[in-house]
């Protein structure tokens, strides 16, 4: 994943094949309850449509969360994101009350999974299955991802600076590949295109050298026979869809290939032939989260290569455009020396927007983040927040309130990531127990976890909540037409604020305060089921406010479906919340503001900030 600095950032991922295709063995899981706290439009299968992923009730739906987890790449839990069950559960529900999340990026080792050529391991496909369903039923969406890094861990010698992950010993071993060595290298994604080894045998998958892909393709079916078969057919709806192939890289490009036409020629067929195994596995009502070559949308020039499966025509709703972004001038320390500031990465986020909705499917961004410690630790706040910002409009806060309508879609995206061990490890780097790794995410020297346990067991955030725990529309009855979150987050005792109301909006503005505010912007659908938008932690039901042409409340009360503005848990019993908007109407241009900021606004303040919204909303959309 992201420790992808200077040279090069993040990681190909290369989950190659195994072959043998083994019947499996086991009977499906009793149908699942439904989930606690659930109502009657929750808990239906996403599909992609019209850009965006939409549920059974036709709203649109913005996944928000993390990377489930970098656990995943190391041996000490045999290839699992968890040690158990139980931990898999409390960090499910601390995902959704700490980090405000509604979904997860779910890591799989093939090299747990197919120790052997041919024989697949289902006790692995059990436990792995197992720990999923613990997040399904936290009511957290899910999609699995093959992972890998570096191609594989038996590419490095027991006493050698890095390390990587995904492929099995025997595709390793299927070959003569060099001893590897990076040569002058900072920073571990370096591998990636200066590592011999590294790059023969990312060479030899995409060229499916000893039937690498085949037994990859091979073992990616029956991986996703078995977990449709061992969840319920409830359980089965909470899983989105699923990722193929992690950064992918060509390795070495041949005599006269582009980077470009090595996505024509080799990835984009790749993706067609897993797409062709998810449908024998009976996931042909689930995307396939495509990710393009990994230096297609790089932020340092000479990085940047050309892609972006721009020859794979419209990818409509069996694919989603799924791609991961890493400021790497400020991870390198050197190339970026401030801090990231308002609207830092509004144009690389735009990106990815504009190329998602070229090829005709919803984007996600499946992975971006910082690191928490050393050097360049202190940009994390910045960084972070600036990104999530790109998340949600494609407009810098200076610009917002002027021109929400080239707002753009709400991007959805998974954090990397959110390790309960993070500062708790114990692996052995490359199998040599002379270097046991503790600390940070004991991988490379990465240290990105949002989360980690304190000394009684307890689930923590590493960084601001205000940062992480964020309002943002998870499902929209109609079309999102803008978006913005101030979510006040700090750089160490400094409050960011890149998105105050302006001075032309007073009640607004005193009606917000210093507090946090999330502003929505929709045109209705006709749908039945209401619009929601998750709370924080900060936004408790009691102080919360809202200010929408649908009416006003102070403490918005229990749902019901007669009332237009109201709260309810988030289905899973977890404690979380949301807000639920309900229209009764169609093509009709809808707002609402939800703050934390006032404490018993007058119904006068309240009568003149919705006047100020809607005369605001009328001549700027």
Not at 57 to 64: D, K
Not at 238 to 243: K, R
Not at 364 to 374: D, I, N, Q, R, T
Not at 436 to 452: K, Q, T
Request: proline content about 5%; some cysteine.
């Amino acid at each position: 994943m992201p420790n992808i600095r200077a040279r090069l950032l993040v990681v190909l991922v290369v989950l190659c094949g195994l072959c043998g295709f083994l019947t499996v063995a086991g009977s499906p899981s009793a149908t699942a309850a439904t989930l606690p706290d659930s109502l009657p439009f929750d808990g239906t299968a996403l599909t992609v449509s019209n850009g965006h992923f939409v549920d059974g009730n036709g709203r649109e739906v913005v996944l928000r969360g993390y990377n489930v987890s970098g656990e995943t790449k190391l041996a000490e839990n045999n290839g699992l994101p968890f040690a158990s069950v139980a931990d898999a559960k409390k960090s499910a529900t601390a995902l959704r009350t700490l980090g405000g999340g509604n979904s997860v990026r779910f890591l799989l080792s093939w090299a747990y999974a197919e120790p052997v050529r041919g024989q697949v391991d289902t006790a692995y496909l059990a436990a792995a299955t197992d720990q999923m369903r613990a997040f399904l039923d936290a009511g957290i969406r899910v999609y699995p991802d093959f992972h890998q890094d570096l191609y594989s861990r038996w590419l490095f010698d027991d006493d050698s600076w890095y390390t990587g992950d995904g492929a099995p010993k025997w595709a390793v071993d299927a070959a003569s590949y060099p001893d590897e060595s990076c040569g002058i290298c900072l920073f571990w994604g370096q591998n990636i295109t200066q590592n011999g080894a590294v790059k023969a045998a990312q060479y030899d998958f995409w060229h499916n050298a000893y039937g690498l892909q085949d037994a990859f393709l091979a073992t990616a079916q029956q991986t996703m026979t078995y977990v449709r078969q061992h969840l319920s057919v409830e359980e089965f709806a909470g899983v989105v869809g699923f990722d193929p192939y992690n950064e992918p890289y060509a390795g070495t490009y041949t005599s006269g290939q582009t980077s470009r036409t090595w996505e024509r020629d080799l990835l984009w067929p790749f993706y067609v032939r897993f797409r062709a195994r998810m449908d024998a596995a009976g996931w042909q009502d689930k995307p396939a989260m495509v990710e393009a070559n990994l230096f297609w949308n790089a932020n340092i020039d000479s990085q940047k290569q050309e892609g972006g499966l721009l020859d794979a025509g419209t990818l409509g709703s069996r694919y989603v455009f799924n791609t991961h972004f890493y400021d790497q001038k400020a991870i390198s320390g050197i190339l970026m020396w401030g801090k990231a500031a308002d609207g830092q990465y509004v144009t690389d986020f735009g990106t990815i927007r504009d190329r998602a909705a070229a090829a005709g499917t919803a984007a996600v961004v499946s992975e971006f983040g910082h690191p928490l410690a050393g050097t360049v630790a202190d940009k994390a706040p910045t960084v972070l927040k600036a990104m999530y910002q790109s998340l949600d409009s494609r407009l810098k806060g200076a610009s917002w309130w002027s021109s929400p309508a080239t707002s753009g879609p709400v991007l959805s995206g998974s954090q990397w990531q959110w390790d309960i061990y993070n500062g708790r490890h114990h692996e052995l780097m490359n199998g040599n127990a002379g270097k046991v790794l503790a600390s940070g995410d004991a991988w490379n020297d990465e240290d990105l976890s949002a989360v980690r346990l304190d000394d009684s067991g307890t689930a923590v955030l590493r960084q601001d909540a205000r940062l992480l725990d964020r309002v943002y529309p998870s499902a929209t009855s109609g079309s999102t037409v803008a978006f913005t979150y101030e979510d006040r987050s700090r750089d160490g005792s400094t409050t960011l604020t890149w998105n105050p109301v302006p001075g032309s909006l007073p009640n607004v503005a005193n009606l917000v305060g210093s507090g946090q505010y999330g502003l929505l912007l929709w045109r209705s659908g006709g749908g039945s089921a209401p619009t929601e938008l998750h709370l924080p932690a900060t936004f408790p039901t009691s102080s919360t406010t809202v200010v929408s042409d649908l009416g006003t409340a102070y403490a918005p009360p229990t749902y019901t479906t007669t009332t237009p503005i109201a709260a309810a848990p988030e289905p899973g019993g977890t404690g979380s919340r949301r807000l639920l908007l309900t229209d009764q109407d169609s093509g009709v241009l809808h707002y609402a503001l939800v703050t934390n900021g006032a404490t018993s606004p007058s119904s006068a303040l309240l009568s003149a900030a919705r006047s100020e919204l809607a005369a605001w909303a009328a001549s700027h959309t």
